[in-house]
């Protein structure tokens, strides 16, 4: 009796052009080209966002953002911007991005199914940096508003994306949803920041709500949103963390100086331990289940 349960080795003499159905090589290899235009894709545009951020900086001779629009987004602007050193986590968002798109490149990581789930939106979010920086750099605060915005958006997908499966690594818990974690959290305070400077910038008041009760609403708005995406990344540390950073850094801005206030001071406080707490309660249930 022969044995029907052996598959049929591929006909060798199959001239060449007829689909062979039990060989899948010819259909694997054409899948790899996107692949590694994705790849390619994503470390250019780190490359644009590293050279965006020399240029808002300053480096090369422009005007720094926190001078542009007539100090429109500077660390004095509003109640809800943070103050200076809070910045400084952009240097190492920019060393995770740039850790990132070298990692992402690598032979290894082409075909892999996070990196074709969130590679594209990756890049997306590294041109939409580099294009802020430059619109705010010329003064365009509201359109920096909307950028910013679109920004946040493709952000959290990508965050959300990720949270679909478990890093193959360490390496790469650190290198992608840690350093994507760090960016869409700072990113957030940066929003509620530069809405709040849009609006300055148009001549919108605080009307009847006043300076102080404005913040108190704007910091709020800011502790839902974390609290929103720490359930939707199930308790991102990059992200809990990175905005509460952002909040914390309103507080300490608004502690002193000529625009101090004491109730935009606890607000930003409590609105901080509002996100460390809803991001500690997502990661236990993430734990458990």
């Known amino acids: 009796m022969s044995d029907t349960s052996r598959t049929t ?19 694997a290899a054409p899948a790899h080209r996107p692949d590694v235009v994705r790849q390619v894709v994503v470390a250019v545009s780190a490359v644009v966002a590293v050279v965006g951020s020399a240029v808002g900086s300053g480096a090369f001779g422009g005007t720094p953002i926190a001078e542009a629009g007539g100090g429109a987004l500077s660390a004095e602007a509003t109640l809800v911007a943070p ?15 740039v850790a990132y798109a070298v990692w992402q490149a690598l032979p290894a990581q082409r075909t892999d199914p996070r990196q074709r789930r969130t590679g594209w939106l990756a890049a997306a979010s590294l041109v ?4 802020w920086i430059l619109v705010a750099q010329a003064g365009y605060v509201a ?3 909307v950028i910013i915005v679109g920004l946040l958006v493709v952000l959290v997908a990508i965050l959300a994306r990720l949270v679909r499966s478990v890093p193959a690594s360490r390496a790469e818990g650190v290198l992608v949803d840690g350093t994507f974690g ?7 305070a940066a929003t509620i920041a530069n809405i709040a400077a849009a609006l300055v910038d148009a001549g919108v008041t605080q009307g009847v709500l006043g300076a102080d009760t404005w ?4 910091t709020a708005v800011a502790a839902g949103v974390g609290t929103y995406v720490a359930s939707v990344t199930r ?26 206030s004491a109730t935009v001071v606890v607000a930003a406080g409590l609105a901080a ?9 997502s990661r236990a249930g993430r734990l458990r289940s």
Do not use: K, M
Not at 182 to 188: D, F, T
């Open 128 to 131: 939409l940096n580099a294009v």
């Open 182 to 188: 760090l960016y869409a959290g700072w990113v957030s």
């Open 9 to 27: 080795p591929p006909d060798l003499s199959v001239e060449p052009g007829v689909s062979v159905q039990h060989d899948p090589a010819p259909a």
């Open 83 to 97: 103050d200076g050193p809070a910045f400084a986590i952009w240097s190492l968002i920019y060393l995770g991005l």
């Open 143 to 145: 359109a920096s508003a």
């Open 215 to 218: 913040g108190v609403f704007v």
């Open 273 to 281: 331990a509002i996100v460390v707490a809803a991001t500690l309660i």
């Open 235 to 260: 308790g991102s540390f990059g992200y809990g963390g990175a905005l509460a950073w952002g909040l914390v850094w309103i507080a300490v801005g608004r502690a002193s100086g000529p625009d101090s």
